[in-house]
């Protein structure tokens, strides 16, 4: 199992940036898909990005394509996800996910270890 904790999450203006971090622990960081998810209160949790344990391929929402950037670090164990263009519909509990070997699934099942998330709020 890998431990993950997010960071980054706050409040800022339509138009405005963020990014995200995930720090991971425990395992082999290199050996994980990885992929960020979001939930809103009374929706469902739902796909954002995801990245494959290789680092070679990346998939998107189509809410997010253009405007968000997913990426790795395997020398510092750390996932991000550089948020830019935000949206007020953006607003949402932003999750990491981790699975060994992962490709890169956009399903929730597709992944194995949960981090307990960070509030991201965009304002109008």
């Known amino acids: 199992q890998v431990q993950l904790v997010e960071s980054g999450g706050g409040l800022v203006q339509a138009g405005g940036s963020l990014r995200l971090s995930c720090a991971a622990s425990g395992r082999t960081f290199s050996n994980y898909g990885m992929g960020w998810f979001r939930q809103t209160p009374g929706k469902e949790r739902e796909f954002v990005s995801s990245?494959?344990?290789?680092?070679?391929?990346?998939y998107y929402a189509d809410s997010v394509a253009g405007r968000f950037s997913i990426s790795r670090d395997d020398a510092k164990n750390t996932l991000y996800l550089q948020m830019n263009s935000l949206k007020v519909e953006d607003t949402a509990v932003y999750y990491c996910?981790?699975?060994?070997?992962?490709?890169?699934?956009?399903?929730?099942?597709?992944?194995?270890?949960w981090g307990q998330g960070t509030q991201v709020t965009v304002s109008s």
């Open positions: 996910a981790a699975r060994l070997y992962g490709g890169g699934s956009r399903i929730i099942n597709g992944y194995t270890d």
């Open positions: 990245i494959t344990w290789t680092g070679v391929n990346t």
